[in-house]
């Protein structure tokens, strides 16, 4: 190979027989084509820390003639093996040795630095001058301290290698935080040198001698002549050799080497310094390569020599993905502010909504002094907003802020608080090292407040605050929520979707990105603000992506008076250690099966988890992991109220019983029943019951047994709890030396809520739908008004072609259920695709030809039944409105699909299936007027925000359209709503809806148009 460029930087020709590059990277060469016709093996081998892994791969390099007309296909499968890793080509001259010392003139093994530069000058006043800057990088892997890392105050990134050896990653001792705005773009809100730190300048909370987190900064003039050394600060070689990459800049290297063993960072620093003699065994006139990525050796040096005359601000950093993730890099400003090239007026802005929202005091304050502006928003447009959240609340709103937990309490009469919750979303891990020896048995371990041990099985995961499920918010009617949410995900953008609350006041709180808000950046923070204005059982769950799946779910239970509550006498007490969080759960990221892997069947969950908690069967080797069951602790003879809040993602139903216990049905989605009693409550997605039971047992402990139906039901999945009668839970509790009873052993089954075959209508068989319940009161104009819109949604998912991903139409989402079977959800053959701003709070982007329906398809759509496009529903403010929503699949089969309307309850006035045929919107009406004659009670039907259709049948809701905005329906199966299964209903005209305060932060696609940048920007 005859190198003659590197990093786009030409150099003198010059022959090697092996070439050795880390990440970053970048060599050209010239082949001469001069062996014999046939085929040769192209080697790349994984050397250093991956030798022991043994890991190479194979390109073919095959000599054909230009008259051979031989397919790639042909030529891509050859017959004959590749050479086993221990028979090795002969290596001859190598560049990149990494046992090669530099500057020896003759040596078989080249440093990069010993090459020549083919610039057309020699730049002498770069090469030989005296630097204007000189820094000494010192970089290093630090093992962390688990005290640092898993306590409050932790939050910081860092790389778990084995299970008690955490790593950080620094440069001179600092650990890289990014800032919350880009830097270049958004210079004014750089708050002075005070949000920077370096080696000589590190904030107070720093203490001297240990790893800094913070925004590490280095300053130079524009055009000045920069020396920098990178210095390998480890103790030992370790066959570990670091790129340092240099944005905006390319460089010379003008030495490297390895060095000797020292014990302090001042000698090697002195060794660097001294090693400039080594490299006048050079010719004087050598021009060293230019580079923009260099190796650094291990435990060794390299120095660098650039010219400054890139102003801006510019990333230095190894390039090892791992290492930028947990720290080891630093930025670098070239020039002043004002001598940099500023962004386009219309240039993307990021905006920390923690800096621009209401500022809360720990001390009572009046209105007008809550409202602290730190940046442009003006005083009026924030106190509206205040304003409004306090004309919800009668005016009476406790303006002193309150940790979140301080929140919870007697709800009698009590006076509204502020609430105060501040979270960190993170990567993280399931059995951690905060778990420490919990998987051996220390069951202390299992307890640690940064351990996750979810099913006992190691898996990473995406968390709150080092928690799954997130932290629970428990709070009174009419409390104001303040949620702080940090997005620490590198390479993740989330929102949070507060299930059951209506956001009247706030509906750009909803927590769904592109339609309410922007979703929230990596490094920035985002203050969720509104009202607790919809008591009972509600949760919180991402709405980006996979990331519910991966964890970011938690309860939400909004408390009233208990003279409020019409069922309030049924119980002696409720709290929250009686609230029941069901989930699926997989032991791998939800990205890596969708949209799906083709032999691995349909995407199905492998476990389920209570509160987060569970043990794990593995049925090959027979063995069940060690770490605790959720424990439900209840008093002989008292009643108690149980929250139940199905969090699954999947397409299962499930199932609780609690063993020899009855369940008196009080609530579903928050709203107040007419009490049933059953035995076995069934659920899909996003349901939620309320039940009471009374501790009238014998025993001592009773399973709690949560178990998946439908599409799971061959699968036998389930999971268990303790419900245990004492005052107060044990951890030996936690550790039941009985054995759950086993798949084949039910419990018994008398009355159940909810049965998958039950027939509606016909309760005295002792199995009830949601419609067999009676609320307390109603709303007659709802349920007996004529409706001003009467809808049809029917749903499927329908299965799609390999021509139409994958040749003409490519770029749609699916998921791939096995095999070549692809599927699109849709409602109404329209499957939903997010526009690339949000609807509600950037409402004069809006183009009416940007939306679609059953009756206006975009053009590409013509020749189509499956459309996929942004599906709209607009309907007036204050209508009426009555949906069926209809299961179109083909055939019956265990599958129902729950559908969440955000913004609103529903009257569930009925829902069937018709068995022998699939269902219509005549079919379906028929049923609803049969069943209404056979009716002979005054309706009182149930409302809710989430509902169960019937496979292959129907629902029938009907609400009032008095909540302007834009809202998202949607099956609540995660991977359904991902494929299109979802539309966005406007209720009103944009004039009508709540306004987003004015700082509220925008997103949108940046395609500016080749004139523009041509004119000024370029």
């Known amino acids: 190979m005859q190198l003659i460029a590197t990093d786009g930087g030409a150099v003198q020709p010059t022959m090697v027989d092996t070439l050795i590059s880390t990440s970053g990277e970048r060599y050209d060469f010239v082949l001469s084509a001069n062996q014999k ?29 230009e008259a051979d007309d031989v397919s790639e296909e042909v030529l891509a499968y050859p017959k004959h093996t590749p050479p086993s890793w221990d028979e090795r080509f002969p290596s001859g001259t190598v560049l990149n040795n990494p046992n090669a010392t530099c500057y020896v003139p003759g040596d078989a093994d080249l440093c990069v630095a010993d090459l020549e530069s083919h610039e057309v000058h020699r730049d002498d006043d770069l090469i030989d001058a005296a630097p204007d800057k000189t820094f000494r990088i010192l970089f290093n892997t630090f093992t962390a301290d688990p005290a640092i890392l898993f306590s409050d105050q932790g939050y910081v990134r860092y790389m778990t290698v084995v299970l008690t050896l955490n790593n950080i990653g620094v440069t001179n001792n600092i650990s890289m935080v990014f800032p919350d705005f880009p830097l270049l773009t958004q210079p004014e809100l750089i708050g002075g040198d005070g949000m920077f730190c370096n080696n000589t300048h590190r904030p107070a909370r720093c203490k001297p001698h240990h790893a800094c987190f913070c925004l590490h900064r280095l300053k130079v003039a524009l055009n000045d002549v920069v020396e920098m050394s990178l210095i390998d600060d480890a103790e030992v070689v370790r066959d570990l050799y670091h790129p340092f990459h240099l944005h905006g800049h390319r460089f010379i290297v003008t030495g490297m080497g390895q060095l000797p063993q020292f014990d302090t960072q001042s000698e090697k620093v002195d060794f660097v310094e001294r090693s400039r003699r080594y490299a006048r065994t050079m010719p004087s006139d050598h021009n060293p390569p230019y580079k923009d990525t260099v190796s650094v050796p291990s435990r060794g040096y390299t120095r660098i020599r650039f010219r400054a005359d890139n102003p801006g601000f510019w990333l230095v950093h190894c390039h090892f993905e791992w290492h930028l993730g947990i720290g080891m890099s630093f930025v670098l400003q070239v020039g002043e502010v004002d001598e940099m090239k500023q962004a386009p007026k219309d240039f993307p802005r990021l905006l920390d909504s923690h800096r621009t929202m209401i500022v809360l005091r720990s001390q009572p304050l009046v209105l007008l002094s809550v409202v602290v502006i730190v940046t442009c928003v003006t005083g009026a447009s924030a106190q509206s907003w205040l304003k409004a959240l306090l004309q919800q609340s009668n005016g009476t709103l406790d303006v002193r802020t309150f940790p979140g937990e301080q929140c919870l309490r007697e709800c009698d009469a009590t006076q509204p608080r502020i609430c105060h919750f501040s979270w960190t979303m993170e990567h993280y891990h399931v059995m951690g090292p905060a778990c420490r020896d919990c998987a051996k048995g220390n069951h202390a371990h299992c307890y640690h407040p940064a351990c996750i041990t979810a099913d006992g099985v190691e898996r990473g995961v995406m968390s709150l605050n080092r928690q799954i499920p997130g932290p629970t918010i428990s709070v009174c009617r009419h409390d104001l929520i303040i949620v702080d949410i940090a997005n620490a995900m590198a390479g993740t953008a989330a929102a949070i979707h507060w299930h059951g609350l209506h956001q009247r006041a706030t509906p750009y709180m909803d927590g769904v990105p592109f339609i309410t808000q922007c979703p929230i950046g990596f490094g920035n923070t985002f203050r969720y603000a509104f009202l607790a204005t919809e008591p009972g059982t509600q949760f919180y769950h991402s709405h980006s992506g996979h990331h519910k799946v991966n964890g970011h779910y938690g309860a939400l239970v909004i408390r009233e008076p208990k003279k409020d509550d019409p069922n309030g006498d049924r119980y002696h007490y409720d709290t929250p250690a009686h609230v029941i969080l069901g989930s699926d759960w997989m032991h791998i990221d939800g990205e890596m ?8 069947g349909s995407i199905m969950p492998i476990n389920l988890l209570i509160n987060g908690k569970g043990t794990f069967h593995d049925r090959e080797t027979n063995k069940t992991t060690n770490v605790p069951l959720q424990v439900y602790t209840v008093r002989r003879g008292a009643r108690f109220r149980f929250r139940f809040i199905n969090a699954a993602s999947h397409v299962c139903p499930l199932q609780l019983q609690i063993e020899d216990h009855m369940m008196e049905m009080i609530a579903s989605d928050s709203f107040h029943l007419q009490p049933r009693t059953v035995d076995t409550l069934v659920t899909t997605s996003g349901e939620r019951y ?16 949560l178990r998946a139906l439908g599409p799971c039901e061959n699968l ?92 003409t139409l490519p770029y749609e989402h699916f998921m791939n259920i096995q095999g070549s079977l692809m599927m699109q959800g849709a409602i109404n053959n329209l ?43 607009k309907i007036n403010l204050g209508d009426l409105v009555e949906l069926y929503i209809l299961d179109l699949t083909p055939s019956v089969n265990d599958l129902n699909h729950p559908f969440h309307l955000h913004g609103y309850q529903m009257f569930v006035m009925e829902m069937s299936q018709d068995p022998r045929v699939p269902i219509t919107l005549e079919i379906a009406q028929k049923i609803a007027r049969q069943r209404l004659r056979e009716r002979n009670t005054v309706p009182l039907p149930p409302r809710k925000d989430t509902v169960s259709i019937p496979s292959r049948g129907y629902a029938r809701v009907r609400f009032r359209a008095n909540n302007p905005g834009f809202w998202l329906m949607h099956c609540h199966y995660e991977w359904h709503t991902a494929v299109g299964m979802a539309l966005v209903l406007q209720v009103g005209e944009p004039a009508e809806m709540v306004k987003a305060p004015a700082d509220f932060p925008k997103c949108d696609s940046y395609t500016p148009s080749v004139d523009h940048l041509l004119q000024g920007t370029l």
């Open 831 to 873: 499957s939903l695709s997010y526009p690339p701003f949000p609807l509600l709070t950037q409402p004069d982007q809006i183009r009416e030809d940007m939306f679609c329906d059953e009756n206006t398809r975009p053009e590409s759509c013509s020749h189509r039944q499956l459309c996929t496009c942004t599906h709209r529903v």
């Open 716 to 807: 036998q999945l389930e999971q268990f709890a303790v419900l245990r009668y004492t005052s107060r839970a044990l951890e030996v509790d936690a550790f039941p030396k009985n054995v759950p009873p086993s798949y084949d052993e039910p419990f018994k089954n008398i009355a159940t809520a909810n049965h998958p075959n039950a027939t509606c209508g016909q309760p005295e068989f002792g199995d009830y739908c949601i419609t067999d319940f009676q609320a307390y009161d109603t709303e007659e104009d709802v349920i007996n008004g004529v409706p001003d819109h009467q809808l049809t949604f029917g749903f499927y998912n329908y299965p799609v072609t390999f021509q139409n991903m994958f040749e």
């Open 37 to 65: 016709p046939g085929t040769y093996w192209v080697r790349v081998r994984a050397i250093g820390f991956c030798n022991v892994e043994r890991r190479e791969e194979f390109a073919v390099l095959s000599y054909v003639d």
């Open 690 to 705: 309320d039940f009471v039971v009374e501790a009238n047992g014998t025993k001592d402990t009773y399973w709690v047994r």
């Open 593 to 600: 099966v969708m949209p799906g892997l083709p032999t691995a």
